[in-house]
C-alpha cells in the first residue's frame, strides 16, 4: 500500500499524465525546433504555463472536492499564468528581462518539487521522482542564467526533464491507487469475515445457555 500524505501530490494520476505531456511535447519544440526566432520561441514558452496554469485550476478545483490540497495548485496555477503572460506580453522587452523571469521561475519550481519530495510522500520511488525533478530545475535555472542568447534550449530541456518525470509519477501514482483499493477490499472483507465469526459465535453461545 502505497504511504503517501493526502496532499498536492496525491491529485488524480491523471493530472501528471497531461502535465508530463505538455512538458514532453513543449519540451522537444524548445531544444529541436526548426523556427529558432527568439519571439516565437518565447510565446511556446508562454503557451507552455499557461496550459500549465489551466491544467492546475482544474487540479485545484479535484482538490477542493476532496478538501485538502487545493491551496497549492490554486497558487502554482496563478504563478504559472503570471509568468506565462509577463512572457506573451513582453515579447519586445530585453531579452535579459526573459532570461532572469524564466530562470527564476524554474529554480523557483524545482526547490518546490524537492520540498514536496521530502515533505509529502514517504514512498521511495515518489521521493526520487520528485526530488530529482526538482534538482534539474534548480541546476538548469542556474544553468539558464548564464546561457545568454541559448537559454530556451536549457529551459527545453528542463521541460523535457519535467515531462518524463510527470509521466512516472503519475503511472506510478495509478499503479499505487490500485493497490491501495485492492488492499482496501481484501481489508474489508476480512472484516465483514471477522463479523460473520463473532455472530455464528453468539448464537452458538447463546443457544448453549
Request: hydrophobic share 50%; net charge positive.
Amino acid at each position: 500500500m502505497s504511504h503517501i500524505n493526502r496532499k498536492y501530490i496525491d491529485s488524480h494520476w491523471f493530472i501528471f499524465i497531461i502535465k508530463g505531456l505538455l512538458g514532453v511535447i513543449f519540451g522537444w519544440i524548445a531544444l529541436f525546433s526548426s523556427n529558432r526566432t527568439f519571439e516565437s520561441m518565447v510565446t511556446v514558452v508562454g503557451i507552455f504555463l499557461l496550459s500549465l496554469s489551466v491544467v492546475e485550476f482544474i487540479n485545484a478545483l479535484y482538490r477542493a472536492q476532496k478538501k485538502t490540497g487545493w491551496a497549492v495548485s490554486l497558487a502554482l496555477a496563478i504563478i504559472d499564468a503570471t509568468v506565462a503572460l509577463a512572457l506573451l506580453f513582453t515579447l519586445k522587452q530585453d531579452t535579459t528581462w526573459h532570461l532572469i523571469l524564466i530562470a527564476v521561475y524554474t529554480i523557483l519550481r524545482g526547490l518546490c518539487e524537492i520540498i514536496s519530495g521530502f515533505r509529502t510522500t514517504i514512498d521511495p520511488t515518489d521521493r526520487f521522482t520528485w526530488v530529482f525533478g526538482g534538482m534539474c530545475g534548480c541546476i538548469m535555472g542556474l544553468v539558464i542564467l548564464n546561457s545568454g542568447e541559448y537559454f530556451i534550449r536549457f529551459f527545453g530541456a528542463y521541460l523535457f526533464a519535467f515531462g518524463i518525470c510527470s509521466l512516472l509519477y503519475g503511472v506510478h501514482n495509478r499503479a499505487q491507487k490500485t493497490e491501495d483499493l485492492v488492499a482496501r477490499r481484501e481489508a474489508a472483507r476480512l472484516a465483514a469475515n471477522s463479523r460473520k465469526k463473532n455472530t455464528r459465535k453468539n448464537r452458538l453461545s447463546k443457544k448453549s445457555k
